[in-house]
């Protein structure tokens, strides 16, 4: 069978796509979730007080700020004491957890995470009184950050 | 690979009770253990585990981290501090092995 350059286009297309294709499993949100109440505790994720902020579009999912804010004095019995941060489409869900102190000044960190695919992130706050805050974002991804 | 660089930049003073913003890059591949080698064989992982601060002895950030984290692992972060004295980073590596920094700053 002789192909032309359209078809011939369109099947390494096909098969560069295949190549790419995750063989391993993938975290889901059911896992995320499950890994989230394990941090929380007997405490429920309420909105608010936490701020995540990412990118509406990372057009390279190996290197994707993100940043973490917290609403605390960091003082007394209004202290955050840890942070984690999870995603959904990763191969594994945990991304990375902060530890703050009383000596941190303010509950906020900055650093660069890689992401698979276009997916959500989420963060969650635990706060020395128990109480546990939720924010989550939307990340496009253009390419992803994963095996290769 | 080389052997891991940190680079911190730190104030050099700061005010009783002021927030100063810390930043720490360090250069490590952060091999994540999922990417193949040209055979087709799994690259094992070796990343930088643990990452913390510590002033004076106290801790004052501390990250567990995942095979999630880029490449150089970059992580910024904040410091309220009420004396001089020095601020030690240490990152821990899969390997066992341990790279650390330390600056002074003048409170005053």
Redesign the interface.
């Given at each position: 069978m002789q192909l032309n350059r359209r078809q011939a286009l369109a099947l390494s297309a096909a098969a560069a796509f295949g190549g790419l294709l995750p063989v391993v499993a993938r975290a889901t949100p059911e896992a995320t979730a499950q890994r989230i109440a394990a941090f929380a505790g007997a405490a429920k994720p309420a909105m608010g007080k936490i701020t995540l902020t990412a990118p509406e579009i990372a057009e390279n999912g190996n290197t994707v700020p993100i940043s973490v804010t917290v609403d605390s004095a960091m003082s007394g019995d209004d202290r955050v004491e840890s942070v984690m941060i999870v995603a959904e489409g990763n191969p594994n869900p945990e991304v990375a957890t902060f530890h703050f102190t009383a000596l941190s000044g303010v509950a906020a960190a900055t650093t660069r995470m890689r992401l698979a695919k276009t997916q959500n992130v989420i963060a969650v706050a635990k706060m020395a009184d128990g109480s546990v805050y939720l924010d989550q974002k939307e990340v496009k991804v253009t390419i992803g950050g994963c095996g290769g | 690979m080389a052997t891991p660089k940190p680079r911190i930049k730190v104030p050099k003073t700061a005010k009783v009770g002021e927030?100063?913003a810390i930043k720490t890059l360090i250069s490590h591949d952060m091999e994540?253990g999922?990417?193949?080698d040209k055979e087709g064989k799994l690259i094992p992982r070796k990343i930088i585990n643990k990452f913390s601060c510590t002033?004076n002895g106290?801790?004052?950030?501390?990250?567990?981290?995942?095979?999630?984290?880029?490449?150089n692992?970059?992580?910024?972060?904040?410091?309220?501090?009420s004396e001089s004295g020095s601020l030690k980073f240490t990152w821990v590596d899969d390997d066992g092995s341990i790279y650390a920094d330390e600056h002074q700053i003048e409170v005053a």
């Open positions: - | 927030v100063i994540s999922q990417r193949k002033f106290q801790p004052v950030f501390a990250c567990d981290i995942e095979p999630a984290i880029s490449a692992p970059y992580f910024e972060f904040n410091a309220r501090l």
